[in-house]
């Protein structure tokens, strides 16, 4: 009987009474559960210790549901009817509210039997508030992290994964949980990523290492690991960040370095080499011009020409890629650019392959190098031939696009702008993975020496790269490669720009008196003579004092002076700031041996500059032109 009266002595009074309750308060009066014998009323006999805010005397005598808070109720009275109906035990989660906030306990309750009848209860109380918070914490930073937590069966199977992950790779944390993890990993990087992973229980977990992933739309995300292996549970514990956009950063900077330390070297031996490339290709036209030579000597003279012109070719495709070789912008139509080139393709293109041209239509023009857009048409072309020896499909397609920054999110290497779009697909070998992430790299080819010296598609890449645009390539092996160009719509050239590419086909001879400094005699031999030969009368300086003070002896009667940019004791542009001043009228031509951007800053704004290795005949016309300007 619960609350007021005189209850009856019974079975549960004398297995609580005398020495039995000392024993039972000697046995589980210390233990940091709470523990309490209930009665079939369920009233509470005996209780080892109350939680903060209770005494023994008040909890001993009330009903154990009186302390059971609002919405648990009929929970523990379910559990507690089952254990005096079956005999079995069971259990329930409850939440109390104490000095400290809200308490959360696990309550089991068993049977007391005397004779094989159950004659009440016993209740053990265990608070779990810190375990319960703790798992808490523990399942909110799980389902916040922007890190990948993952935690993998020994078997290999994804026991649990938090949402990051499932974002990551475009699937739910439903579709995710016990599919084996290696069905996601790159087939090229399975081996080293079971190694790493078998490498954990031995002791050994990974500090760091990176794979592949694939995601749902067949793309791939490179993820940096570290983790560990339970030993207890044999759960293997891991932690993972996306690190595709950094590595991609990092290959472009590598690529960016190797691109500096070849243009470097370039740069360093151009001038050398362009001097002694001028010297061989002004005495072969001085050969060339003088007298009858025979058919044989001509022939053979024409090919040290050609020869020499190609050495010239290749030293200008280092400074390309380098970005060492100024850009000379005009107004370019790109469709008119590779319609004209089509003839071209045709003749280097074997029969067994198809050329499809696909222009655009009403696309903007682009203000671009037309030499160097040509080269990456044709390079671009003559890559996609070798890789179709059987014959195949080129296809050249044009058209104008807008990469916005969701552009710039799906793929690291873009950036936001309005683009022409050029894309070179073959239905060639395709490439693999390894060969496509050196693909631009300077040297590299698949070729074999005697095909390629693999400078094609760097210097591509650097044209690309120069002219503030974009290059990717799409390749599979077996699948034919896709190379996508993107080039910036441009403004109008201005007028200095448009000047370099005017003036072609005047009278290239004269009668006016020239100054030539070249500090290289092999150079300044024989241009003297081939400008003698035009009708010029021609002084000649080996550097820059000397040319000031020829032209002092000299100060009205020339006409033009042509200065080497670079020369000892004094260079082109110093000793062209003393002319000035001697003869503000006159007129002068720049050459060089150098190609870089660094010394024509050291020329005035709107210099002539001719660069080296040059034909004579463009000098003369370059000559004439300046003096009926």
Aim: aromatic share 6%; charged share 25%; glycine share 10%.
């Amino acid at each position: 009987m619960v609350g007021g009266g005189k209850r009856e002595p019974d079975l549960l009074d004398q297995w609580l009474s005398g020495d039995g309750l000392a024993t039972l308060d000697a046995i589980i009066g210390g233990a940091p559960d709470v523990i309490g014998v209930v009665d079939r009323e369920y009233v509470i006999r005996y209780v080892n210790w109350a939680t903060p805010g209770l005494t023994r005397e008040a909890v001993i005598g009330d009903s154990v549901f009186n302390l059971v808070p609002p919405g648990y109720s009929e929970v523990a009275r379910e559990a507690c009817e089952k254990v005096l109906r079956t005999g079995v035990a069971a259990g329930f989660e409850t939440m109390y509210r104490g000095e400290h906030g809200v308490l959360i306990w696990v309550v089991r309750v068993g049977p007391i039997r005397h004779r094989g009848e159950v004659i009440g209860l016993v209740t053990l109380n265990t608070d779990v508030t810190e375990q319960r918070r703790g798992e808490a914490d523990r399942d909110r930073f799980f389902a916040l992290s922007r890190d990948m937590l993952v935690v993998v069966t020994q078997d290999g199977r994804l026991k649990r994964v938090n949402p990051a992950f499932g974002e990551m790779l475009g699937y739910t944390v439903s579709e995710l949980v016990g599919k084996p993890f290696i069905d996601f990993i790159h087939p090229d990087d399975r081996a080293a990523t079971m190694a790493m992973f078998h490498s954990g229980y031995a002791g050994t977990p990974p500090d760091s290492f990176e794979n592949r992933y694939r995601r749902r739309d067949g793309t791939y995300r490179v993820l940096a690991w570290r983790g560990a292996a339970d030993p207890v549970t044999g759960d293997a514990y891991s932690v993972a960040r996306d690190v595709t956009d950094q590595r991609a950063t990092e290959a472009q900077l590598r690529h960016a370095q190797k691109m500096e330390a070849v243009g470097q070297l370039a740069g360093g031996i151009a001038h050398d080499f362009n001097n002694l490339m001028q010297a061989v290709l002004a005495n072969v036209e001085l050969a060339l011009a003088s007298g009858s030579p025979s058919p044989a000597v001509t022939d053979n003279l024409q090919e040290i020409a050609e020869a020499g012109l190609r050495a010239a070719d290749l030293t200008k495709q280092l400074l390309v890629f380098s970005r060492r070789q100024p850009l000379h912008r005009v107004p370019i139509n790109i469709n008119d650019l590779m319609l004209d080139l089509m003839k071209l393709l045709r003749r280097v293109l074997p029969e067994n392959i198809s050329i499809e041209p696909k222009p655009g239509t009403g696309l903007s023009t682009l203000s671009a190098d037309k030499t160097q857009l040509e080269q990456v048409f044709l390079n671009l072309c003559v890559n996609a031939r070798d890789a179709m020896e059987n014959g195949g499909k080129l296809s050249l397609q044009t058209d104008e696009v807008t990469l916005d920054a969701r552009d710039c999110e799906l793929h690291p290497w873009v950036k936001p702008g309005q683009f022409l779009r050029l894309r070179v697909t073959d239905t060639g070998v395709g490439m693999t993975a390894e060969v496509r992430e050196r693909v631009f790299d300077p040297f590299f080819t698949t070729k074999g020496q005697q095909r390629g010296t693999g400078l094609g598609l760097a210097t591509v890449y650097a044209i690309v790269q120069q002219h503030g645009g974009l290059i990717h390539v799409h390749s599979e092996p077996g699948q034919g490669t896709t190379f996508t160009v993107y080039l910036p719509a441009a403004q109008q050239p201005s007028a200095a720009q448009r000047a370099g590419q005017e003036g072609a086909g005047v009278q290239p001879q004269g009668r006016e008196t020239l100054l030539l400094a070249e500090d290289e005699e092999l150079v300044r031999k024989p241009v003297v003579q081939y400008l003698e030969r035009a009708g010029y009368h021609t002084l000649a300086a080996a550097n820059g004092r000397e040319a000031i003070e020829l032209l002092g002896a000299n100060i009205e009667a020339v006409d033009l002076v042509v200065l080497d940019v670079v020369m000892p004791e004094l260079g082109g542009p110093e000793t062209w700031e003393r002319m000035r001043m001697m003869r503000p009228d006159l007129r002068v031509i720049f050459t060089s041996g150098y190609a870089d951007d660094h010394y024509r800053e050291r020329l005035p704004a709107d210099a002539e500059v001719l660069a080296k290795p040059f034909r004579t005949d463009e000098l003369l016309r370059r000559v004439r032109r300046k003096l009926d300007a």
